[in-house]
T-cell receptor, first 112, second 114 residues
Framework: DAKTTQPPSMDCAEGRAANLPCNHS???????VYWYRQIHSQGPQYIIH???NNETNEMASLIITEDRKSSTLILPHATLRDTAVYYC?????????????FGTGTRLKVLA | DTGVSQNPRHKITKRGQNVTFRCDPI?????LYWYRQTLGQGPEFLTY????????KSRLLSDRFSAERPKGSFSTLEIQRTEQGDSAMYLC????????????FGDGTRLSIL
């Protein structure tokens, strides 16, 4: 079973920030939070990952709560091309497995 | 960086036939993964290679499935005696050896069983 919980769908107006939440209350100390998105008929695209500090790159920002039980992916200025399914995954090298366990993700629709 | 390449992109075959898919990982990525994705679901892990060694297999990988990575570079996934339930997107990913490095996915091979 997936170790993360995400809302099944969200809408966001074009040009506004999209804030996608993820709960991972059973995360272990060595596990990272990874975010991917998948546009129809394509493979999952890596966005960002982090352990406990907030992270930012050219695509998005990742905010992880201090207790690490939840996180938020922020797309600062959503465009129509950001419409996709977004997956939050937790995994750590010390967990004994390298596999990702995907949930069903959040389907983000960016509205014009 | 040319990304993970998968071929073919689409495969249509009759039930009972054998199929083989190929994955070319990002160069210098020692880790390679196979996943399967059905409609409306997230990808499910099938198997993992570290160089040429197959180190982890899911129970989803029945005896009709076999994966190889003979020289530690490209990998193949073969399905023998295909069944209707094998219809899915088969995704390949690769990652470098560093600690907690993210996996990078190809665009998959979509298999349809007639």
């Amino acid at each position: 079973d997936a170790k993360t919980t995400q809302p099944p769908s969200m809408d966001c107006a074009e040009g506004r920030a999209a804030n996608l939440p993820c709960n991972h209350s059973t995360i272990s100390g060595n596990e990272y939070v990874y975010w991917y998105r998948q546009i129809h008929s394509q493979g999952p695209q890596y966005i960002i990952h982090g352990l406990k500090n907030n992270e930012t790159n050219e695509m998005a920002s990742l905010i992880i709560t201090e207790d690490r039980k939840s996180s938020t992916l922020i797309l600062p200025h959503a465009t129509l091309r950001d419409t996709a399914v977004y997956y939050c995954i937790v995994r750590g090298d010390l967990s004994g497995t390298y596999k990702y366990i995907f949930g069903t993700g959040t389907r983000l629709k960016v509205l014009a | 960086d040319t990304g993970v390449s998968q071929n073919p992109r689409h495969k249509i075959t009759k039930r009972g036939q054998n199929v083989t898919f190929r994955c070319d990982p990002i160069s210098e990525h020692n880790r390679l993964y196979w996943y399967r994705q059905t409609l409306g679901q997230g990808p499910e892990f099938l198997t993992y290679f570290q160089n040429e060694a197959q180190l982890e297999k899911s129970r989803l990988l029945s005896d009709r499935f076999s994966a190889e990575r003979p020289k530690g570079s490209f990998s193949t996934l073969e399905i023998q005696r295909t069944e209707q339930g094998d219809s899915a997107m088969y995704l390949c990913a690769s990652s470098s050896d560093g600690s907690n490095q993210p996996q990078h996915f190809g665009d998959g091979t979509r298999l349809s069983i007639l």
